[in-house]
């Protein structure tokens, strides 16, 4: 936060200066990314630990580790309906396997003249 802040200063310094029009567009461009950024890193501060800025849906592993930075809500939810997804197709998956492996056992198990009754009915 006070990086940013003292890098604002020295680029609004810098605009002041310069004449070139191409350039001082491109320094109000980045005081504005700056700012949206300062705005968004309020908007997280996370009260139970001071200085820590958390989303609300952050996953628990992310919570431990400050390094991570937390991710916008629309993001956050897509990840997770993506895992849900993932899941249901790693079930129907885990299932077909099982029901293939039963019926190799149950053809192993039965006789010759069995499994030919069962292939003619």
Known sequence: MIQIQRKDI????VMRKTKNKYRRDELRKMVLVQNTMKKWQEQHIDNSQPGRRIQRNEPVR??????I????????QLLHQISAIQLVYLY????MWLLMNLTMKVKSSLSSNQFQ???NS
Do not use: D, E, S, V
């Open 117 to 119: 009754f069962l292939n």
């Open 69 to 76: 930075a937390p991710m916008p809500n629309q993001r956050n």
């Open 92 to 95: 129907q998956i885990n299932a």
């Open 10 to 13: 020295k680029i609004r310094k």
């Open 62 to 67: 992310n919570r431990c580790n400050p390094t």
